[in-house]
């Protein structure tokens, strides 16, 4: 059982940045993909980004290209999103996800997913 825990939500002005962490608990954590979703009020979920286990390749949706980067630290058992010229739209719950399979998390299917954590953008 894997437990994720994220952190660094908060409030942001249009154009800022945050950095958002996801702890796992796993101690076998370079065998899992990771990736992150989002989910703002009255949506569905969507796909952000995924990175592989070993963190040499990653994933991005459209709409996050170019101003998000995902990167992990296996020594840590963290993975990151960091965010920078943030939009209005970004807003939402950030979750993050994991799974052996890259595949499974970038359809969101993966195995285990943590609580989430609020990122508001203002205008």
């Known amino acids: 059982q894997v437990q994720l825990v994220e952190s660094g939500g908060g409030l942001v002005q249009a154009g800022g940045s945050l950095r958002l962490s996801c702890a796992a608990s796993?101690?076998?954590?370079?065998?899992?993909?990771m990736g992150w979703f989002r989910q703002a009020p009255g949506k569905e979920r969507e796909f952000v980004a995924a990175i592989s286990d070993s963190g040499r390749i990653t994933y991005y949706a459209n709409a996050v290209k170019g101003r998000f980067t995902i990167f992990r630290d296996n020594a840590k058992q963290m993975v990151y999103l960091q965010m920078k010229g943030l939009k209005p739209e970004d807003t939402a719950v950030y979750y993050c996800a994991a799974d052996a399979s890259v595949g499974a998390v970038q359809r969101g299917t993966g195995r285990y997913w943590g609580q989430g954590t609020q990122v508001t953008v203002s205008s």
């Open positions: 796993e101690r076998t954590f370079s065998n899992y993909a």
